[in-house]
């Protein structure tokens, strides 16, 4: 009888506390630990919090001084989804596109970019170019892209032999959005 009223009470405690986990509001996101070159500036806040996951395409080509091959980004394809993980929207290119489920969508300039952890592509923040089409990415002023997973080129050699094969790697990556206040 102990043993079940005990199981009772700890199942109703673990579930009190998903409850309460549940209701409370999600933190707010903030850039305070990012490096100053891809911090947002003041006077724009928080519109959409998103992770892309996805691929990017790199091909081999030859250098442009005619001295050897390397592998060249050729654009990425990724979903976006929310943080309860409903796809949102998604990004694309050339060139660099963010596509809104409503159908609204932008591209933008890159500013800056600052080194991630080892095999990761580098932390990111772009000016947003009016947006086209009434939605989601109408008055986005700045995307940042941060916590990035993979998505470096190729680790195998690119030469003659092979120039002009394409690779596809995985990546995953932070898209936040920001708006004007």
Avoid at 29 to 44: C, E, I, K, R, T
Avoid at 45 to 73: L, N, P, S
């Amino acid at each position: 009888m102990f043993i079940k009223t005990t199981l009772g009470a700890v199942s109703l405690l673990a579930l009190t506390a998903c409850a309460s986990n549940m209701s409370a509001p999600a933190m707010a996101y903030s850039q305070a630990s990012l490096p100053a070159a891809v911090q947002v500036p003041a006077g724009h806040q928080v519109a959409m919090e998103t992770v892309g996951v996805g691929q990017i395409t790199y091909e081999c080509r030859a250098k442009k001084d005619a001295m050897g091959h390397e592998w060249v980004f050729v654009g990425p394809d990724a979903k976006l989804m929310d943080r309860m993980g409903k796809q949102v929207g998604k990004y694309y290119g050339p060139p660099a596109t963010w596509e809104g489920m409503d159908g609204s969508k932008l591209t933008a300039i890159q500013l800056a970019v600052a080194p991630a952890m080892a095999g990761s592509i580098p932390l990111q923040l772009v000016k947003a170019n009016p947006a086209m089409g009434m939605g989601a990415m109408q008055g986005v002023t700045y995307i940042q892209r941060v916590r990035t997973q993979g998505g470096v080129a190729p680790a195998m050699a690119c030469d003659a032999a092979i120039s002009g094969s394409k690779q596809i790697v995985n990546y995953q990556a932070d898209y936040i959005f920001w708006k004007a206040v």
